[in-house]
């Protein structure tokens, strides 16, 4: 059975029974239409998620039951709206504009990529939009849903292949 685990505007997850805090992007939550690179808003719309990066050096593979990929210092993800390799994932180095996934901070040490504009991309709708891990004052996103270690842990666990995440204005 398909599962849809939803994010609300106001920070809020729907983990199981209970919910959880989450940070969303700093520029609000938009229609998924109205959506547009690097404006900072997390996109409105149900989310097939697909698969999951996390950090090798700084952790074990997660306990999930969907495909996991350790990064490597050359994973970057490409945000540059004219090249053909827009919203996807790309090695570095890496001419077009692009988000190195390898970061000194945490964030990125769990990635769950989600199927936002990427079926196919769509040039300057917003790419890199993940599931990753929240700063420690949920501080607002780029457009990514972000939770706590416990709780992206507790997730990857009960989530499987098909399920979507939801962000809800």
């Excluded at 919910?19 to 700093?26: E, F, P, S």
């Amino acid at each position: 059975m398909v599962k849809t685990f939803t994010a609300t505007a106001d920070g809020q997850f729907q983990l199981n029974e209970h919910k959880v805090r989450c940070a969303l992007g700093k520029g609000g939550v938009r229609p998924a239409s109205e959506k547009r690179e690097g404006d900072g808003a997390s996109p409105a719309g149900i989310w097939p998620i697909r698969h999951v990066f996390y950090r090798p050096d700084r952790m074990d593979a997660p306990q999930t039951r969907l495909k996991t990929v350790a990064l490597t210092p050359e994973d970057g993800w490409c945000d540059d709206p004219a090249s053909p390799d827009y919203n996807r994932h790309v090695k570095l180095p890496f001419a077009a504009s692009h988000e190195k996934l390898w970061r000194e901070d945490h964030v990125y040490d769990l990635i769950l990529v989600l199927g936002h504009n990427d079926d196919p991309p769509v040039p300057g709708l917003g790419s890199a939009i993940f599931a990753h891990l929240a700063r420690e004052d949920y501080s607002g996103t780029e457009g990514c849903v972000a939770l706590a270690l416990p709780d992206m842990l507790e997730f990857l666990r009960v989530i499987g292949p098909g399920d979507r995440l939801e962000i809800r204005l």
